[in-house]
Structures are given as C-alpha cells and as structure tokens.
Nanobody, 115 residues
C-alpha cells in the first residue's frame, strides 16, 4: 500500500525557514517524480515544486529562488527546504505522487508564517 507521510510544518516568522519532509513507502520510490503542493484557505491546491526520477527540478514562480526540493532515494524521502518565508506562504503543504494513473497524497502539514 502506497503511503506518503509529511512532517516538519509549524509556525515561523516572516523571513524564517522551515524544512518539510515526506516519507514514502509501498512503491519503487526512485522511479517516480515527486511533487509538493500547497493549499491556502479559500484557494485551490497549487503545484509548487517537482523533482523527477532523474533529479531535475521545477518550481512555481511564487517560490522560485526561495524553496528547494530534494530527494533521497535510499531513504525514500523528498524534502522541501523553504527559506525567506512570507505570510502568503501560509498553507497546508502536501506531498504527491502520480502512481498507476492515480493521484496519491499525504495527509498534509500546516505551515503558518506570521509575526
């Protein structure tokens, strides 16, 4: 059974940093692209970062230059390093994989950026 479990969210002041982690299990992790999405209150869920099986990365313009996605295939973990956080980064952050024609999600982790 595929499982994605996020951790690392919390409350941080503007300009601060957080590192999110997503632990994956139940499938061949190294073979699949992994994504981070976020959903702010009253807004649609948006894709913010992708890392392919080969390690290529892509970012939404809203986070480019501030966030870094990485993966450790041996540990089956995908991380999101978030720097220079802004109040508008406040959202629930989700790990995602498109596996066997299905969108699979973790439970999400709350990130709140506030002074």
């Amino acid at each position: 059974q595929v499982q994605l479990v996020e951790s690392g969210g919390g409350l941080v002041r503007p300009g601060g940093s957080l590192r999110l982690s997503c632990a994956a299990s139940g499938y061949i992790f190294s073979a699949y692209s992994m994504d981070w999405y976020r959903q702010a209150p009253g807004k649609q869920r948006e894709l913010i970062a992708t890392i392919t099986s080969g390690g290529s990365t892509m970012y939404a313009n809203s986070v480019k230059g501030r966030f870094t996605i990485s993966r450790d295939n041996a540990k089956k973990v995908v991380d999101l390093q978030m720097n220079s956080l802004r109040p508008e980064d406040t959202a629930v952050y989700y790990c995602h994989v498109f596996y066997t024609s299905r969108d699979l999600w973790g439970q999400g982790t709350q990130v709140t950026v506030s002074s």
